[in-house]
């Protein structure tokens, strides 16, 4: 038998196995299973590569398993180990329906009771955690995607340190990626012999097992701060400077943070400690039993937590429920536009019952496979009406979402496909009028430095960016 027919052989032996594996994958949309078969019988050997490392969302069997203990001892302290709240809030009873949405993928109900701060920008952002981490005296709970060696995150780093001299316990998680520089540097080590508690999120192993092991590219995006059970922080910042050395091209990055108070932050800490016990063999669950008081007045809110291992699709159906549910006017900003089809239905449908709808994108994108994938939908949005503007201030990094006046969502999840699909994110939705309206405010600062994008810019885009752009977005469902 000659070397090439053996090879022919093994190839479609190997076909039979990994074709129906890819057929058979839960939840796969049609377009992606087609695309993946495509890929792998097109591509011989190579593209049963590509699927073994990038096909499947799984961050590994033995992670998924102990994720799924964790979740499971902790499902008695959703609720401070009391009765579940009940779905209340003066004056918000016709969004209880999102709320119920994000109940059904987090399991924690809307809380009364918030009050909220928008922080100015990225520097004031990071001088408010250091000042309530110095204020801190039982603990601190912190969790960044990236976490750099820089002004901003040493500031940080020194903070925590000086917290654990004063009796309080500090925990700290950073991703195994994109906190790698701040992982290897001298500040962690300094960090850990402070006595600073800290945990790398989802390690990246051995890339001859990753096939076993999971993707390394599904990981933890979330940035969370919880201090004293009370204080909580959710936005877009990663703890770094607004000149983002790692990227400094693209500088400045543009944030959005709010400080929360109140019983919101109790559900900011389930989120924290399910990711911290299920990487490290401590149970902290007992401050998620500890009493507190709801305040008397203040808002309603909830923590949306999603990722590889939530419900399939459940950050979709949140920002799709909201879309839904808007009547007069929806404001988003994104750095990162590549949406399912759903979700480009959900927007042209808002558009097209009159509501007015804005999306603001950064006019230059740190990916540059991201921004052409964005720009292959712009005809589409605009035919619909809905007005597209392109900030041009530096890279806006603000995951911003009001509706009608009211509503709003702030937090780590992008309009893409990863943040979809393979990140681990969290989000607050809440109702408030004025918190809202402030939120609506930042967002008139980035439509006064951005350009509007019209069908006339489009068509003068030449038939190679055209093409460029729509062969990038058509490899999304890959990914």
């Not at 490392?53 to 959703?78: N, P, T, W, Y």
């Not at 305040?295 to 419900?311: E, H, L, N, W």
């Not at 509503?407 to 699909?421: E, K, M, P, T, W």
């Amino acid at each position: 038998m000659n070397v090439s027919l053996m090879i022919t052989i093994l190839h479609i032996a190997i076909l039979v196995v990994v074709c129906p594996r890819v057929l058979l994958r839960p939840y796969r949309e049609p377009a992606a299973r087609m695309a993946w078969i495509v890929v792998i019988v097109s591509l011989p050997f190579a593209g049963v590569v590509a699927y073994l490392l990038f096909g499947e969302v799984s961050v590994g069997r033995k992670r998924i398993a102990r994720m799924k203990e964790v979740a499971d001892d902790l499902q008695h302290c959703k609720h401070g180990g009391g009765e579940p709240d009940r779905f209340v809030g003066a004056g918000t009873e016709r969004y209880q329906h999102l709320f119920k949405v994000g109940h059904s993928i987090t399991g924690l109900n809307p809380a009364q009771g918030n009050a909220g701060a928008l922080m100015t920008d990225s520097n004031s952002t990071i001088d408010a955690m250091v000042a309530d981490i110095d204020a801190a005296t039982e603990h601190v709970h912190l969790l960044f995607y990236i976490w750099l060696p820089d002004n901003n995150g040493i500031k940080v780093a020194l903070a925590l340190a000086r917290a654990v001299t004063r009796g309080v316990a500090v925990r700290a998680m950073a991703d195994a990626l994109g906190s790698r520089q701040l992982i290897k540097s001298r500040h962690w080590r300094d960090m850990r012999e402070a006595g600073v508690m800290l945990a790398v999120a989802l390690p990246i192993t051995n890339p001859l097992l990753r096939p076993f092991s999971g993707r390394f590219d599904l990981r933890n995006h979330r940035k969370i701060v919880v201090i004293d059970g009370g204080i909580t922080y959710c936005g877009s910042q990663n703890c770094a400077d607004a000149e983002f050395l790692v990227k400094a091209a693209y500088a400045p990055w543009v944030d959005a943070v709010i400080r929360f108070e109140g019983p919101i932050a109790r559900q900011n800490q389930y989120l924290f400690a399910c990711d911290w016990m299920s990487h490290v063999t401590e149970d902290i669950s007992q401050m998620l039993l500890e009493p507190s008081t709801p305040a008397t007045d203040g808002f309603i809110a909830q923590v949306i937590g999603t990722g590889p291992t939530v419900r399939f699709s459940a950050m979709p159906e949140t920002f799709e429920s909201i879309l839904h549910a808007a009547r007069r006017e929806i404001r988003i900003s994104t750095p990162y536009f590549v949406p399912n089809e759903s979700m480009l239905d959900a927007i042209c449908a808002a558009a097209y019952r009159g509501v007015k709808t804005t999306l603001i994108f950064p006019a230059r994108n740190d990916s540059r496979i991201v921004g052409a994938a964005s720009r292959s939908y712009y005809a589409a949005l605009l035919e619909a009406g809905v007005s597209i503007f392109e900030y041009v201030g530096g890279l806006l990094h603000s995951k911003t979402l009001t509706m009608d006046g009211e509503v709003s969502l702030i937090g780590s999840a992008n309009l893409d496909r990863r943040s979809f699909d393979l990140n681990y994110e969290n989000n607050i939705l809440f109702v408030d009028r004025d918190l809202t309206q402030d939120l609506y405010q930042r967002q008139q600062q980035y439509l006064a430095s951005a350009r509007q994008v019209t069908s006339e810019d489009i068509a003068e885009w030449t038939l190679m960016r055209r093409l460029w752009n729509n062969a990038v977005a058509m490899f999304g469902p890959l990914l």
